[in-house]
């Protein structure tokens, strides 16, 4: 099926609840082993964070610490104590401007996938921590530590008997080569563990899901201590037979029913459900904790679920995405899908570099390292770093995997009749990386007799040849929808000051540059730099326009004169920008870019109240 026809077929009209937009937007979605066309279980996962956020990946390999190390991740968190020997592994890093607690998600070397999303707005957020608490030691920890899904469960819970989580709430998926988990977790000590059954699927956005959890199979739930008796005594939970909890409903206990309506959860709850179901739900209370399908899943199914939007998505006539509540939304960053292998090394990751809608989900093996352009710096020097980032982490750097992506993306969402175009360089491309996947792994098979090391060079030389291959493409594609150039003529920018700046838009072959609209023309940053709620008309518009002939070639290139701080709005001083352009000639919309630096400082404050990012 073709990848235009199968979302259209996905998308379902939506009357959604008419709330405030928020950042907080992470998708997964989990098939357990039985309900798989694989007979393994597949974890997909967008990671949404609004503002001027990248994706760095790496490898970090396996360590040996002295005797009583400790280690401290939030300023204001608690200090661990490291165990002697970690685990490698494969680290997709959020490098945020403040710092991202609870964004990251790791592959480790005994095959253990960790991913996360946001579940706050809770009844009960006076909780005991000790010594500041403990958030993103909870990921770290597991990945560092656990050689199973089971194991990391207990790892996690461990911290949280011991220091309490700082954050509101979070469900964390983890997942191995035999099962997956799901632990859901409440500010302070409070937590249900529950196996994702083999036969189900499950979907989660940003609301604790966890409805009638059977606290009696312990084989399969595991429940913090006391959180029943107490949901008993506050009148939120009441088991249909005194004394036996098999009927246990977590997300009606700890967290509000208006999470589960919000537009932004009952949104992405609705389409993806939709899909999975075939039903449309309507009541928020009615969406499920998972479902049994009749159909197995594939690899591509879980694409398609991450892919969804609802026919609307917006109004606004600049930017594509814009009220848009589906699992694909504008402040999604990352999105992966991880098919699980009883060979960790095999294990396979397919990850969209920016949002899954306008880019190419990319074969990987997460544990045969990334390639060099995907690592912005050492692993040792980004976990040092993570939440005190210098400036010029953000800067712009063309040489960087992710950034033919993000160009991508942000032309698209101006230029948006050149998006079913791009779905058809998509398709082909994920069509034929879908064939190759059996030799990959035969031949790293294969390779596994002569050595491991062997078998992850060839793994390793795969990773950065369909990159490549995907860099090249959407390269290429974006050359020929977004050839005009501008240049902003001057080196950098005041973000404070009321001094103008020209921004000039060469003519060429195919543009007479003076004739644009110019009552359609906007400045700024790139709208995959900003948050949920911005829309063209936010950016800046020149104060003046002018045709000069700016390059000596004859032509007259149109000439826009900006103010300074206008221009810079919502960039980040210290850093070097991707400064966009949009405007129209004629029926034609253009969008193009230049760099330039913002002057000055981003002076960050990390309280106790601010502590990382709560998504």
Same mark, same amino acid.
């Given at each position: 099926?073709?990848?235009?026809?199968?979302?259209?077929?996905?998308?379902?009209?939506?009357?959604?609840?008419?709330?405030?937009?928020?950042?907080?937007?992470?998708?997964?979605?989990?098939?357990?082993?039985?309900?798989?066309?694989?007979?393994?279980?597949?974890?997909?996962?967008?990671?949404?964070?609004?503002?001027?956020?990248?994706?760095?990946?790496?490898?970090?390999?396996?360590?040996?610490?002295?005797?009583?190390?400790?280690?401290?991740?939030?300023?204001?968190?608690?200090?661990?104590?490291?165990?002697?020997?970690?685990?490698?592994?494969?680290?997709?890093?959020?490098?945020?401007?403040?710092?991202?607690?609870?964004?990251?998600?790791?592959?480790?070397?005994?095959?253990?996938?960790?991913?996360?999303?946001?579940?706050? @707005?809770?009844?009960?957020?006076? *909780?005991?921590?000790?010594?500041?608490? $403990? /958030? #993103?030691?909870?990921? %770290?920890?597991?990945?560092?530590?656990?050689?199973?899904?089971?194991?990391?469960?207990?790892?996690?819970?461990?911290?949280?008997?011991?220091?309490?989580?700082?954050?509101?709430?979070?469900?964390?998926?983890?997942?191995?080569?035999?099962?997956?988990?799901?632990?859901?977790?409440?500010?302070?000590?409070?937590?249900?563990?529950?196996?994702?059954?083999?036969?189900?699927?499950?979907?989660?956005?940003?609301?604790?899901?966890?409805?009638?959890?059977?606290?009696?199979?312990?084989?399969?739930?595991?429940?913090?201590?006391?959180?029943?008796?107490?949901?008993?005594?506050?009148?939120?939970?009441?088991?249909?037979?005194?004394?036996?909890?098999?009927?246990? @409903?977590?997300?009606?206990?700890? *967290?509000?029913?208006?999470?589960?309506? $919000? /537009? #932004?959860?009952?949104? %992405?709850?609705?389409?993806?459900?939709?899909?999975?179901?075939?039903?449309?739900?309507?009541?928020?209370?009615?969406?499920?904790?998972?479902?049994?399908?009749?159909?197995?899943?594939?690899?591509?199914?879980?694409?398609?679920?991450?892919?969804?939007?609802?026919?609307?998505?917006?109004?606004?006539?600049?930017?594509?995405?814009?009220?848009?509540?589906?699992?694909?939304?504008?402040?999604?960053?990352?999105?992966?899908?991880?098919?699980?292998?009883?060979?960790?090394?095999?294990?396979?990751?397919?990850?969209?570099?920016?949002?899954?809608?306008?880019?190419?989900?990319?074969?990987?093996?997460?544990?045969?390292?990334?390639?060099?352009?995907?690592?912005?710096?050492?692993?040792?020097?980004?976990?040092?770093?993570?939440?005190?980032?210098?400036? #010029?982490?953000?800067?712009?750097?063309?040489?960087?995997?992710?950034?033919?992506?993000?160009?991508?993306?942000?032309?698209?969402?101006?230029?948006?009749?050149?998006?079913?175009?791009?779905?058809?360089?998509?398709?082909?491309?994920?069509?034929?990386?879908?064939?190759?996947?059996?030799?990959?792994?035969?031949?790293?098979?294969?390779?596994?007799?002569?050595?491991?090391?062997?078998?992850?060079?060839?793994?390793?030389?795969?990773?950065?040849?369909?990159?490549?291959?995907?860099?090249?493409?959407?390269?290429?594609?974006?050359?020929?929808?977004?050839?005009?150039?501008?240049?902003?003529?001057?080196?950098?920018?005041?973000?404070?000051?009321?001094?103008?700046?020209?921004?000039?838009?060469?003519?060429?072959?195919?543009?007479?540059?003076?004739?644009?609209?110019?009552?359609?023309?906007?400045?700024?940053?790139?709208?995959?730099?900003?948050?949920?709620?911005?829309?063209?008309?936010?950016?800046?518009?020149?104060?003046?326009?002018?045709?000069?002939?700016?390059?000596?070639?004859?032509?007259?290139?149109?000439?826009?004169?900006?103010?300074?701080?206008?221009?810079?709005?919502?960039?980040?001083?210290?850093?070097?920008?991707?400064?966009?352009?949009?405007?129209?000639?004629?029926?034609?919309?253009?969008?193009?870019?230049?760099?330039?630096?913002?002057?000055?400082?981003?002076?960050?404050?990390?309280?106790?109240?601010?502590?990382?990012?709560?998504?």
């Amino acid at each position: 099926m073709k990848l235009r026809a199968s979302l259209m077929a996905c998308a379902i009209t939506s009357a959604l609840v008419a709330l405030p937009l928020t950042s907080m937007a992470c998708s997964t979605v989990i098939v357990g082993k039985d309900a798989s066309a694989t007979g393994q279980v597949i974890v997909g996962h967008n990671e949404d964070n609004g503002g001027r956020v990248f994706n760095p990946q790496y490898y970090v390999p396996p360590a040996k610490h002295k005797a009583g190390e400790m280690i401290k991740y939030e300023p204001t968190a608690a200090m661990i104590p490291q165990v002697r020997e970690t685990l490698g592994f494969y680290w997709s890093q959020t490098l945020d401007p403040n710092g991202s607690s609870f964004s990251d998600g790791f592959v480790n070397d005994a095959g253990v996938v960790i991913v996360s999303n946001a579940c706050s @707005n809770i009844f009960d957020k006076n *909780q005991k921590l000790k010594d500041g608490g $403990v /958030g #993103y030691g909870i990921r %770290r920890l597991m990945a560092e530590r656990a050689h199973s899904a089971r194991e990391a469960v207990k790892i996690a819970t461990d911290l949280l008997t011991k220091y309490g989580y700082f954050s509101e709430g979070r469900t964390y998926t983890i997942a191995d080569t035999h099962e997956a988990w799901q632990l859901a977790i409440h500010m302070g000590n409070v937590w249900v563990a529950r196996r994702v059954q083999d036969n189900e699927v499950i979907y989660i956005p940003n609301n604790f899901m966890m409805d009638k959890v059977d606290a009696t199979d312990t084989e399969n739930v595991i429940v913090s201590p006391g959180l029943i008796e107490r949901s008993i005594k506050n009148g939120r939970y009441k088991p249909a037979t005194p004394g036996v909890y098999n009927d246990f @409903n977590f997300r009606a206990a700890v *967290q509000p029913a208006e999470q589960r309506a $919000v /537009g #932004y959860n009952f949104g %992405r709850n609705q389409v993806a459900w939709k899909y999975i179901t075939g039903e449309k739900i309507t009541d928020p209370e009615k969406f499920p904790y998972s479902f049994t399908p009749d159909k197995k899943f594939t690899v591509h199914d879980v694409q398609n679920i991450l892919r969804l939007h609802e026919d609307q998505i917006g109004d606004d006539d600049g930017w594509y995405h814009h009220l848009g509540f589906g699992p694909c939304r504008v402040t999604t960053h990352e999105s992966v899908v991880f098919e699980i292998n009883d060979i960790p090394e095999l294990i396979t990751s397919y990850r969209a570099l920016a949002r899954p809608c306008e880019t190419p989900y990319i074969p990987f093996y997460p544990l045969a390292k990334p390639s060099q352009n995907m690592s912005f710096m050492d692993a040792a020097t980004a976990t040092k770093e993570h939440f005190s980032a210098p400036d #010029y982490r953000f800067d712009y750097h063309p040489e960087w995997a992710s950034a033919t992506f993000i160009n991508n993306a942000n032309t698209l969402e101006f230029q948006r009749d050149d998006r079913d175009d791009n779905f058809d360089i998509i398709e082909d491309l994920e069509e034929k990386w879908a064939d190759e996947q059996a030799g990959i792994r035969e031949q790293a098979k294969a390779a596994m007799k002569v050595s491991k090391d062997h078998a992850l060079n060839i793994l390793h030389r795969y990773n950065v040849a369909k990159l490549q291959e995907a860099q090249g493409a959407i390269q290429a594609h974006l050359d020929e929808i977004a050839p005009h150039k501008v240049v902003i003529l001057a080196d950098s920018i005041d973000p404070k000051s009321s001094a103008t700046v020209k921004f000039a838009l060469l003519s060429d072959d195919d543009l007479d540059a003076t004739k644009i609209d110019q009552k359609n023309t906007y400045g700024g940053v790139g709208r995959s730099s900003l948050t949920t709620k911005g829309v063209m008309s936010d950016l800046a518009q020149p104060v003046s326009f002018s045709a000069e002939d700016v390059n000596g070639d004859g032509k007259k290139d149109m000439v826009m004169t900006f103010v300074q701080k206008d221009l810079a709005r919502f960039m980040m001083a210290g850093a070097v920008y991707d400064t966009w352009l949009y405007t129209r000639d004629g029926g034609d919309r253009i969008a193009a870019f230049d760099t330039v630096k913002i002057k000055g400082q981003t002076n960050r404050k990390f309280s106790t109240k601010e502590r990382g990012h709560d998504r």
